[in-house]
């Protein structure tokens, strides 16, 4: 062996040591980046909830990435669907379209989930709902690359009935925002308030997502005499209809679907004039799941600015699905999808995860009420306990 060949193959030596000396003590080669996108309201009158749903996903890779164990590292890419269906369907394309992008967290906004899934489908990119609510979502199409770990509005719908009747409420006054949405939340409420025969709805209101005014509908809805006023829609008109109400000295009480639960709504109205408000969300509290407080410990700790809300707990457990998804069968599109739809008994934040033939999550509704300027779980507020 001359003097050149022997220093090849010391060098080749060396490198073949320092090798397994990287894997004896335990520090893990290079690993392979997957893409997966989170898709949100980042901006506009509900980036309250799109925000804490981005960081609660960004949590979950980030303690992926952490875990020695595991095979991939994960980019989480972050897209604004600003709850624009128009927009959405954009930023899908875009997402779909990246081949290199395995999945994605999507949509709060049910009027941009709706229109989207037929892009997801086409482009095949399997997909996990965080917070849209509405049934057809889901139960509209049978797209397997559509998935979903919140409830729908059915829930909502029925528990929102069983409080009206509970509560003695007799006259019902009917709000809704005419998009999917708002459309869908007055169909499923409506239709369980026909279970109490002495439950009457006075009127029922369409308003459009762009109105600013309704002072119309509200002085018809109050010539109706209603005991209580229902609205289905998204924060940015719960908060101007309800200050409204409020300036014309409309006392009724106001209850609201999963779209006002935010901070955005206390803080759009002020704590005083929210005071009472109900509302009905998919999820319990975050302290109430048996890693609530580990999960709410974890993201103080990594200093996100915003409140992770009602939903973060959805994006959070929508991240680890899909991340363990793509571990056990590897960066591949048909493969996660075929994972993801035999999704049964999976542990996560938000519960035990059980897919039915559509995809969809079982889940149980939950009642809330402002309280001193914060969203409270109805059973501990003192409002429960006035009921009693």
């Not at 996100?304 to 599109?333: C, H, T, W």
Request: glycine share 10%; charged share 20%; hydrophobic share 40%.
């Amino acid at each position: 062996m001359n003097r050149e060949e022997s220093g090849i193959t010391v060098r080749l030596a060396r490198c073949a040591m320092a090798a397994l000396f990287v894997l004896g003590t335990g520090h893990a080669l290079a690993k392979d980046t997957v893409k997966i996108a989170f898709i949100g309201p980042l901006t506009g009158g509900v980036s309250s909830t799109g925000l804490g749903g981005r960081n609660s996903a960004q949590l979950a890779v980030d303690q992926h990435n952490a875990d020695p164990s595991r095979k991939y590292r994960v980019e989480l890419v972050k897209l604004d669907d600003e709850c624009k269906p128009n927009v959405g369907v954009q930023v899908v394309t875009r997402a779909a379209t990246d081949r290199s992008i395995i999945g994605a967290v999507a949509h709060y906004c049910s009027a941009v989930a709706i229109v989207t899934v037929d892009t997801f489908h086409r482009f095949g990119l399997p997909m996990v709902v965080w917070g849209a609510v509405l049934p057809e979502i889901t139960y509209g199409n049978n797209h397997k690359e559509i998935h979903r770990v919140n409830g729908t509005m059915i829930n909502e719908g029925k528990l929102a009935a069983e409080y009206v009747h509970k509560a003695g409420f007799k006259r019902v006054a009917v709000i809704y925002d005419t998009t999917d949405y708002g459309k869908g939340q007055s169909v499923h409420f409506t239709e369980f308030l026909k279970q109490y025969p002495d439950v009457t709805v006075t009127g029922s209101y369409g308003v459009d997502v762009t109105q600013q005014d309704f002072s119309a509908e509200l002085t018809a809805a109050a010539g109706g005499k209603p005991d209580v006023i229902w609205f289905g829609g998204l924060t940015p008109q719960g908060v101007a209809i309800r200050a409204q109400m409020q300036r014309i000295g409309i006392s009724t009480p106001f209850i609201g679907v999963s779209g006002i639960l935010n901070e955005g709504f206390i803080a759009g109205v002020g704590p005083k004039v929210a005071e009472g408000v109900v509302s009905f969300h998919n999820g319990a509290p975050i302290d109430k799941y048996a890693k609530g407080k580990e999960f709410l410990a974890a993201y103080r700790a990594a200093g996100f600015k915003e409140e992770p809300d009602a939903y973060g707990p959805f994006a959070y457990s929508a991240a680890q699905l899909l991340m363990d998804a793509i571990e056990k069968v590897g960066p591949n599109r048909a493969k996660v999808r075929e994972a993801l739809n035999a999704t049964r008994n999976y542990d996560s934040l938000v519960g035990v995860i059980n897919f039915d033939d559509h995809r969809q999550n079982i889940t149980n509704a939950h009642q809330y009420v402002v309280q001193d300027g914060k969203w409270v779980y109805w059973p501990d507020s003192k409002y429960a306990k006035e009921a009693k």
